[in-house]
């Protein structure tokens, strides 16, 4: 009896994993291709060309909504020299997008939000302004430093209105 239960379990075949990976394969290479036929446009779901023309159109017809409670305060423009050896300079101005409540709060620290500015601005290395995602990150740092002197949820925005290095 254990002489025939060995020779079975010797006998037996191992599969094949070939039809296996074979078949994921296919499969992902299936799934790509559909991602980037749809990706692209061209399969007819969604929207179709005509949509997107009225619906580009619509929103040139649209008036800009702007909040009732906001105003704008101005920070004098900043003209900051950005590496001793390299000469050159950054001329930087902005505007506060704030809520109404807090106007003449934000204008009483503008002395403070305008050293924060130039302190960081200062610091800003000339390879970092050449990267064409410079601008979205520096007014996001901006912003954020803003937003610590002033206090929470005064200063909503950060407009830049000039970002000239020359």
Same mark, same amino acid.
Do not use: C
């Given at each position: +009896?254990?002489?025939?239960?060995? $020779?079975?379990?010797?006998?037996?075949?191992?599969?094949?994993?070939?039809?296996?990976?074979? /078949?994921?394969?296919? /499969?992902?290479? *299936?799934? *790509?291709?559909?991602?980037?036929?749809?990706? !692209?446009?061209?399969?007819?779901?969604?929207?179709?060309?005509?949509?997107?023309?009225? &619906?580009?159109?619509?929103?040139?017809?649209?008036?800009? @909504?702007?909040?009732?409670?906001?105003?704008?305060?101005?920070?004098?423009?900043?003209?900051? !020299?950005?590496?001793?050896?390299?000469?050159? &300079?950054?001329?930087?101005?902005?505007?506060?997008?704030?809520?109404?409540?807090?106007?003449?709060?934000?204008? &009483?620290?503008?002395?403070?939000?305008?050293?924060?500015?130039?302190?960081?601005?200062?610091?800003?290395?000339?390879?970092?302004?050449?990267?064409?995602?410079?601008?979205?990150?520096?007014?996001?740092? +901006?912003?954020?430093?803003?937003? +610590?002197? $002033?206090?929470?949820?005064? @200063?909503?925005?950060?407009?830049?209105?000039?970002?000239?290095?020359?």
């Amino acid at each position: +009896m254990a002489d025939t239960d060995e $020779t079975d379990g010797e006998n037996v075949k191992k599969r094949s994993k070939g039809p296996v990976i074979l /078949a994921l394969v296919l /499969a992902l290479a *299936g799934a *790509g291709g559909g991602f980037l036929a749809a990706y !692209s446009g061209y399969l007819p779901w969604g929207e179709s060309a005509g949509a997107e023309g009225a &619906h580009a159109s619509a929103l040139s017809d649209a008036t800009p @909504v702007v909040p009732d409670d906001v105003d704008f305060v101005a920070i004098e423009p900043l003209v900051v !020299s950005l590496d001793a050896g390299s000469g050159l &300079h950054l001329r930087f101005r902005a505007q506060l997008e704030v809520r109404r409540a807090y106007k003449s709060e934000v204008e &009483h620290l503008l002395p403070r939000v305008v050293d924060v500015l130039n302190g960081y601005l200062r610091a800003v290395d000339i390879a970092d302004l050449r990267n064409n995602s410079a601008l979205v990150r520096l007014r996001a740092q +901006m912003l954020r430093r803003v937003q +610590m002197v $002033t206090g929470a949820n005064r @200063v909503s925005d950060l407009l830049i209105m000039e970002f000239v290095v020359n």
